[in-house]
């Protein structure tokens, strides 16, 4: 079954560095996602990307973040300068469609980032 | 705004028993969508609820949606041990962006 993959899988950076997170959607897919996870806390939206641009984004995804697809197969999240309250797992998501579309998103094993 | 909240958040249960996770969201919504989670692994996606009054069923777990009272319940029938993780469920705020509640950690003990 096809699946969402994310590179590296653990990542440790020291804070004010920056820090990019790479992730492979499901190839037929035209929505991408990040989401974060803090540490026992909620799945938090981070953005969202189609048609190569961002389509919606949260109050968390501000300046400091970035995303990318720079080629037909990566789909990237930067984050320019890290701070303590960055570390978190985050999870790249993709799906055919939106929510209309009926088909759940599907997410990678996740980029769990350490800012030190 | 939508907001998801699940109960209860923390389970721990005994081989052979039934329970239900209960999942309630505070705006209308036409959907919703029950993820697992296993300890430092991805969301798996288990069941797409789509209309008022679905009922999903695979193997022990059966997920339904009443839309009008804004609940969807997770039930465990006869529970196994691998069936111990945190499950989520979440449903959309405008098209693309997918809300999650808390999680409720299930822990399934022989």
């Known amino acids: 079954e096809p699946e969402v993959t994310q590179t590296p899988s653990h990542q440790v950076t020291q804070m004010g560095q920056e820090v990019i997170l790479r992730c492979v959607p499901i190839?037929?897919?035209?929505?991408f996602y990040w989401y974060r996870q803090i540490l026992g806390q909620k799945v938090e939206f981070l953005v969202s990307?189609?048609?190569?641009?961002?389509?919606?984004k949260s109050e968390i995804f501000d300046d400091q973040f970035s995303v990318e697809r720079p080629d037909g197969s990566n789909f990237t999240l930067k984050i320019r300068s890290t701070k303590l309250e960055d570390s978190a797992m985050y999870f790249c998501?993709?799906?055919?469609?939106?929510?209309?579309?009926?088909?759940?998103?599907?997410f990678g094993d996740g980029t769990r980032l350490s800012i030190l | 705004e939508l907001k998801v909240e699940q109960n209860p958040l923390f389970l721990s249960m005994q081989e052979g028993k039934n329970y239900t996770i209960y999942c309630n969201y505070s705006?209308?919504?036409?959907?919703l969508y029950w993820y697992r989670q296993d300890p430092g692994k991805s969301l798996e996606s288990l069941f797409v609820?789509?209309?008022?009054?679905a009922v999903k069923q695979e193997g022990r777990l059966m997920a339904s949606l009443d839309t009008k009272a804004r609940l969807s319940t997770l039930h465990i029938t006869a529970a196994v041990h691998d069936l111990s993780a945190t499950y989520f469920c979440?449903?959309?705020?405008?098209?693309?962006?997918?809300?999650f509640g808390q999680g409720t950690r299930l822990t399934i003990n022989p």
């Open positions: 990307f189609y048609n190569n641009e961002i389509s919606e």
């Open positions: 705006t209308t919504s036409d959907r």
């Open positions: 979440a449903g959309y705020q405008g098209a693309q962006k997918l809300v």
């Open positions: 190839s037929n897919h035209l929505y």
């Open positions: 998501a993709s799906s055919e469609g939106d929510r209309y579309s009926n088909q759940p998103q599907h």
């Open positions: 609820l789509l209309s008022n009054g």
